[in-house]
């Protein structure tokens, strides 16, 4: 997969330094994932699906002041949005030390200002409000709710990245849309859809 020409395609707007910094990112992703086993992405093809399908949201999402990603893992999706949404403060949720330690070094590595690690499980962490809350490949629809209950009210969206099971985790009462794009479910969940 051509990253920047797909991006591109789809119109997706992103800052200048966003392709660079993807890059960086790649980069120590593969030294890292060597030694710690950070993600499944093992290849340049596997991780540009991984970042196109971290990114794509940017083209329907609202703008938000802050967001939480549950369970960023290697940086999918928290870190790739923190690279697309440089005006948005980003918290990273993720509990193990080598996903957080590599997070905390990309962090510092590309200045991102925007980003905060916090090396816990969501449960554990402080209650906080965020506009946004977001999550990929953690858990079902309905223990995601329940995680994310101390830190939305009820202006909050939720993105989730979903499969093809998607259609079986949403009540037809709970306002949601489903946006699809290159095998990707996103579950856009919020009171104003």
Do not use: C
Not at 69 to 83: Q, R, V
Not at 125 to 138: G, H, K
Not at 158 to 168: A, I, R
Not at 180 to 187: D, F, I, M, T
Request: hydrophobic share 40%; net charge negative; charged share 30%.
């Amino acid at each position: 997969m051509d990253l920047k020409a797909s991006l591109n395609d789809d119109n997706i707007e992103l800052p200048e330094n966003f392709f660079y910094n993807v890059q960086k990112y790649k980069e120590h992703l593969f030294k890292w994932n060597k030694v710690h086993n950070l993600t499944g992405a093992k290849d340049e093809n596997t991780l540009n699906h991984f970042i196109y399908d971290a990114v794509f949201p940017v083209s329907f999402l609202p703008k938000v002041k802050n967001l939480l990603d549950i369970g960023t893992g290697a940086g999918f999706p928290g870190m790739i949005l923190a690279m697309a949404l440089p005006d948005t403060q980003i918290t990273l949720a993720e509990p193990l030390t080598k996903r957080a330690s590599f997070l905390q070094f990309i962090k510092a590595d590309l200045g991102l200002n925007n980003v905060r690690v916090v090396k816990k499980r969501v449960e554990e962490m402080d209650s906080e409000i965020f506009e946004l809350v977001t999550s990929r490949a953690v858990t079902d629809t309905k223990m995601l709710l329940k995680l994310s209950e101390n830190f939305r009210d009820d202006s909050s969206k939720l993105l989730f990245y979903k499969g093809e099971k998607v259609f079986d985790e949403v009540d037809s009462d709970m306002p949601h849309k489903i946006i699809y794009a290159k095998n990707r479910h996103y579950l856009l969940l919020g009171e104003d859809l």
